[in-house]
């Protein structure tokens, strides 16, 4: 098969977007809306995804979906998600959205020490 449907406009990249691709960007966008609303309460935060946390052999807990290390001295604070564990627990694109959401208002909350209401008003605590 050739046409635009098969072949991308632009040679060397591909026409459709990965899962992985798409994920990062969803990632992005709520990141990005909230780091911009409390940066100067926030300081230096390194925003990461991973595709699965590293868990020792005897693992006994729930998959962690995300990870929040608290910088220290000349470090940045990092704020890591785990794709594949969220996409796992998620049947629509949706309930992706808002599992994303969730998990960036309450790490930041966490973060500050406020409230997740009080992090972005489309968080709702159900």
Known sequence: MRGPAVMPRTPGRP?????????????????????????SRLGLVEYAVEDTPLVPDDWAGT???????????SRPTRLVFFRRPIEHRCETRSDLEA????????????LL???AE?????YTSD
């Open 99 to 110: 599992l994303v959401l969730t998990l960036v208002v309450e790490q930041i909350a966490e």
């Open 113 to 115: 020490g406020i409230d």
């Open 118 to 122: 009080d992090v972005d008003p489309r």
């Open 63 to 73: 998959v962690p979906l995300s990870s929040l290390v608290r910088g220290t001295g």
């Open 15 to 39: 026409e459709l977007t990965r899962p992985r691709e798409r994920f990062d960007a969803l990632v992005l966008e709520v990141v990005t809306d909230i780091d911009e609303r409390w940066s």
